[in-house]
């Protein structure tokens, strides 16, 4: 059996550590590749990026958190290119009207303002808690996190939140998808919850969407319960 190409989206201020188990153990069936949105600031400019550098011109398509928006994106902009797609502890909407859009923005930019005064681990210690399941705060993979936000420099920081600021409506998007789309979250994701991708499931064409929640895990689903993940991604790269 030849391998599918497989182009796998991290989330905000993510890179490919966020993949490394999957990478690894989807590695018979799957050839990954993980894109850098470097500073870009816009969701549309991200899935440009991704259709540009993608290493074939038809591929199986994963995104996790922000990276799922911008998965959402690419097919909006190329349905013809994506064979089959994952969306993970993500979701669709664009930003909240009135006083809900501006709590978000305001959230957003005091940890901004964290960042630019006191570096991005600072930041990441106010922020990443409610990336992951209770039990992982403070942990070993908890300093994997950070160890990762740390990468990042305060202008990507504030490229990224411009970008999920300005975030399009997907919902159309996921009302017109056409190819098979696992949807995967976190049963105790707090920032993506699992309800919410049911509600994803309901907009996409009967019969193409499965949905699982991956028990005792976060947002950070990826990284906190990598088997489980990478199980529910073999199944849908064989489906």
Request: charged share 20%; aromatic share 4%; net charge negative.
């Amino acid at each position: 059996m030849s391998k599918q190409a497989l182009l796998l989206l991290p989330g905000l201020l993510c890179d490919e550590a966020v993949w490394t188990h999957q990478q690894r153990a989807l590695s018979a069936i799957a050839d990954s590749f993980v894109p850098d949105y470097k500073s870009l600031d816009s969701i549309t400019a991200m899935a440009e990026k991704v259709l540009r550098d993608a290493p074939t011109q038809v591929f199986a398509l994963a995104g996790h958190s922000m990276g799922g928006r911008v998965a959402l994106e690419v097919v909006r902009m190329a349905p013809q290119r994506v064979s089959r797609l994952a969306l993970l502890d993500t979701g669709f909407e664009p930003i909240a009207s009135g006083e809900a859009g501006e709590q978000e923005r305001a959230k957003r930019m005091r940890l901004l303002d964290i960042a630019k005064a006191d570096g991005m681990r600072a930041m990441g210690q106010q922020w990443a808690p409610g990336m992951v399941h209770p039990d992982r705060v403070n942990s070993p993979l908890f300093d994997d996190i950070l160890d990762m936000i740390e990468r990042r420099t305060p202008a990507e920081f504030e490229a990224q939140i411009n970008a999920l600021l300005g975030r399009p409506d997907a919902g159309p998007v996921l009302a017109s998808l056409s190819c098979p789309t696992s949807l995967i979250c976190g049963r105790q994701d707090a920032w993506s919850p699992y309800a919410r991708h049911e509600v994803m499931q309901g907009m996409i064409p009967a019969s193409l969407a499965t949905l699982s929640a991956v028990e005792d895990s976060g947002h950070m689903s990826t990284m906190e319960r990598p088997d489980a993940v990478s199980a529910l991604l073999a199944q849908w790269l064989l489906r």
